[in-house]
């Protein structure tokens, strides 16, 4: 009987430690001074946390080749967004009152990075862009949550 008691004591706890590692998800995403992303898909389960990092691995400094990662939500117009964005210099090219944003990252320069943490949407595709100007037409990518 101890022997079943401790092999179903290790196996719940085994189980309950890859629940909760599955509850985190950790994601690190690079922008360069060519205007791209090294991941154009990231997948994530829906409700999970995710601990997203952007490293701006280029040289150039934020004024002139800032990055940023925005995840839209689905039906945002890219381009519409983009312009939008473009005229929000102050709030790290997010515009203000918008509902369009799911989770963004603060803009960085060459040499940089930020981390973010969010939850993971309901199921579906999603876009994410850099917003910075002009770089949401090259920045760009799917956020696949399962």
């Known amino acids: ?15 309950s430690s890859s629940v ?18 090294n991941l154009n ?7 999970q946390t995710v601990v997203l990092t952007l490293k701006h691995v280029g040289k150039l400094p934020k004024a002139a080749m ?8 689905q039906g945002t117009e890219i381009n519409k967004f983009g312009a939008a964005a473009s ?10 009152d918008t ?3 799911i989770a963004h990252t603060e803009l960085v320069g060459g040499g940089q990075q ?11 595709t999603y876009d994410f862009i850099c917003s910075f100007p002009g770089h949401y037409a090259m920045m760009k990518g799917k956020f696949i949550v399962e």
């Open 41 to 47: 898909e990231i997948k994530v389960e829906a409700g």
């Open 87 to 96: 005229k929000f210099a102050g709030n790290d090219y997010i515009p203000e």
């Open 66 to 73: 800032g990055h940023n990662w925005v995840l839209l939500t």
């Open 20 to 37: 909760l590692a599955q509850d985190k998800v950790e994601i690190t995403i690079e922008g360069n001074d060519k205007m791209q992303f």
């Open 99 to 101: 509902d369009q944003v």
């Open 114 to 124: 930020t981390t973010i943490e969010f939850k993971a949407p309901e199921k579906g």
């Open 1 to 15: 009987m101890r022997y079943l008691l401790s092999i179903i004591t290790i196996l719940t706890l085994a189980f």
